[in-house]
Nanobody, 124 residues
Framework: QVQLVESGGGLVQAGGSLRLSCAASGRTFSSYTMGWFRQAPGKEREFVGGMRWSSGSTIYADSVKGRFTISRDNAKNTVYLQMNSLKPEDTAVYYC?????????????????WGQGTQVTVSS
């Protein structure tokens, strides 16, 4: 049973930083890709970025490129989303997701497993 548990959300001022964590369990994730998504009120869930666990290679949505960074800690089976230079438009519930395979997918339907989400609020 795959479990993904996010943490690290909160309230931050514009320009500030937060680091989200996604603790993964129930599988050996070396053959998985991990995704971060977010969903603002009244909007569709959108892809933020993703990482191939085995290589650590990443891709990002244009809206966060240069500001957000995904990394992993193999020993802790945890993936991180470091968010810098936060903007009010980054306010959303952030979700961690996982899918078997090497391709970093950019759509929610391609991910099999999801965490419960963590709220990030950026004040102006």
């Amino acid at each position: 049973q795959v479990q993904l548990v996010e943490s690290g959300g909160g309230l931050v001022q514009a320009g500030g930083s937060l680091r989200l964590s996604c603790a993964a369990s129930g599988r050996t994730f070396s053959s998985y890709t991990m995704g971060w998504f977010r969903q603002a009120p009244g909007k569709e869930r959108e892809f933020v970025g993703g990482m191939r666990w085995s290589s650590g290679s990443t891709i990002y949505a244009d809206s966060v490129k240069g500001r957000f960074t995904i990394s992993r800690d193999n020993a802790k089976n945890t993936v991180y989303l470091q968010m810098n230079s936060l903007k009010p438009e980054d306010t959303a519930v952030y979700y961690c997701a996982a899918r078997p395979g090497r391709r970093i997918a950019g759509t929610r339907d391609e991910y099999n497993f999801w965490g419960q989400g963590t709220q990030v609020t950026v004040s102006s």
